[in-house]
């Protein structure tokens, strides 16, 4: 059976993640499937390089599902689309791949970026696309605090503590933290980049980060959060609607 490898963009207010659910609740997942088997009946499982939560958004998720037919990449982009309308999920590419090809087990690194809107009136066009605060952010004192928490770490504290992992162990290779003009404020975009990611792992990042640039925590304070390796020492984890999971990274790009 040919073997395609899906790049996948989402809005993930609608649905309770992409994980396909037990309680028949609406995922991204079960929507491709859905086209999927409107263009091959039976069952289709298809399998994506990161699990985003409820209210995530992806811009390069990237998944692998393998069909009976021979289809050339870009009818299937079409026809997929066509089949997930209205739902606001499209396919924006598609390659056929090796057999050994696994959207989650072949990759690399997973990208990340988190939009973090500061001004004073709510978020019109953005609504549901960013997380709002009110107050002014000290980007640099940011920057000052996230650069304690690149390189090979026990991120216990900054993880969900329903947490499966085997480890907390990670090595977050890169976070950078973008400055953008908005209308009547900020935005802060922060982009991070790692092998794997522990659950709710850049929330909680990104939520203790804003504590910082609030002038609540000190940069320093970073760190000792880091070394608690305890939960209770994070700060606030973050809503998830500013986050998206924005490229996964192969040994070869498969849509080159």
Not at 193 to 212: D, K, P, Y
Not at 229 to 239: D, E, K, L, S, T
Request: charge should be neutral.
């Amino acid at each position: 059976m040919p073997r395609y490898a899906l790049k996948i963009e989402y809005d993930g207010g609608p649905f309770a993640g992409w994980q396909r659910q037990s309680q028949g609740q609406p995922s991204v997942q079960a929507a491709i499937e859905a086209a999927l088997a409107r263009l091959e009946p039976g069952p289709h499982t298809i399998a994506a390089a990161g699990r985003t939560d409820a209210g995530v958004h992806a811009t390069g998720q990237v998944a692998t599902c393998d069909l009976a037919r021979d289809w050339d990449p870009f009818r299937l982009s079409e026809a997929l689309n066509y089949h997930l309308k209205p739902a606001p999920v499209a396919v924006l590419q598609v390659a056929q791949v090796s057999d050994d090809f696994h959207a989650r087990f072949s990759a690399l690194e997973r990208r990340y970026t988190f939009r973090l809107v500061q001004r004073r009136a709510p978020a019109t066009h953005d609504k549901g696309l960013v997380w709002r605060v009110q107050n002014p952010l000290d980007a640099a004192a940011m920057r000052a605090g996230a650069a304690h928490l690149v390189g090979h770490h026990d991120f216990t504290t900054f993880r969900s503590s329903i947490c499966q992992a085997a480890s907390p162990v990670k090595t977050l290779d890169e976070i950078t933290l973008e400055e953008l003009p908005y209308p009547g404020g900020c935005e802060y975009r922060f982009h991070l980049r790692a092998r794997s990611f522990l659950h709710n792992q850049v929330r909680s990042i990104v939520g203790t980060l804003e504590r910082v640039g609030a002038g609540s925590w000190q940069p320093d304070d970073i760190r000792l959060a880091l070394e608690a390796r305890n939960r209770a020492a994070c700060g606030p984890v973050c809503p998830p609607q500013g986050l998206y999971l924005t490229g996964v990274g192969y040994p070869a790009d498969p849509f080159v």
